[in-house]
């Protein structure tokens, strides 16, 4: 597994980041809340915390249309 020593870093944990970034948006977790340090790390949970405020933004429009619809 390629890791980059100095910064503490590797793939494994670059996904776990964007996971519980993920994770942290869908329970309405503040952005701020990051639990990183280190610039690579932080940006994967902020990437997964963007994707997951999307998504959440998505599940609500298509409720609201179902909601009109129904």
Sequence with gaps: MARD???????????KAYRQGLM???MNMARDRC????EVVIA????????????????T???DVIGRIA
Excluded: F, H, M, T
């Excluded at 020593?5 to 996904?15: A, F, Q, R």
């Design 44 to 59: 994967a949970w902020e990437a997964g915390w963007e994707d997951g405020r999307e998504a959440q933004a998505r599940k």
């Design 5 to 15: 020593i100095k910064l503490g870093w590797d793939v494994d944990s670059l996904n």
């Design 24 to 26: 942290a948006a869908s």
């Design 35 to 38: 639990p990183y340090r280190g």
């Design 61 to 63: 429009a298509e409720l």
